[in-house]
């Protein structure tokens, strides 16, 4: 089911910033939400960000202010900016396409997604 490919992952200081990426070879995003999630060890995951075609954002608060979602359909690539991260940042995080028709009530349920990356590591530490 794998069909996005994340990237961008790393280890950084606190107060650091990553950019992820999203790749989709052999799928189109320009039609479709997409969305990032991310899981920390013993947690279930959890929805970060989502943006939609017509570029309207959505963010969880905890990380409203610090990331910004983007995308580039030239490029079939959504982008993850994340800014000022802290250690409680640290999980993989996963890009997700919303099922076509899908609607933007329960937006970080996962069932709704229907292609997804493997996940990306970041890791927040001094």
């Known amino acids: 089911e794998v069909q996005l490919q994340a990237s961008g992952g790393g280890l950084v200081q606190p107060g650091g910033s990553l950019r992820l990426a999203c790749a989709a070879p052999g799928l189109s995003l320009e039609r479709y939400t997409v969305t990032w999630f991310r899981q920390s060890p013993g947690n279930e995951r959890e929805g970060v960000s989502s943006i939609n075609t017509n570029h309207d954002t959505y963010y969880a608060d905890s990380v409203k202010g610090r990331f910004t979602i983007s995308r580039d359909d030239t490029k079939n690539t959504a982008y993850l900016s994340m800014n000022n991260l802290k250690p409680e940042d640290t999980a993989v995080y996963y890009c997700?396409?919303?099922?076509?028709?899908?609607?933007?009530?329960?937006?970080?349920?996962?069932?709704?997604?229907?292609?997804w990356g493997q996940g990306t590591q970041v890791t927040v530490s001094s």
């Open positions: 997700a396409r919303l099922r076509y028709g899908a609607n933007w009530s329960n937006l970080f349920e996962m069932g709704k997604y229907d292609s």
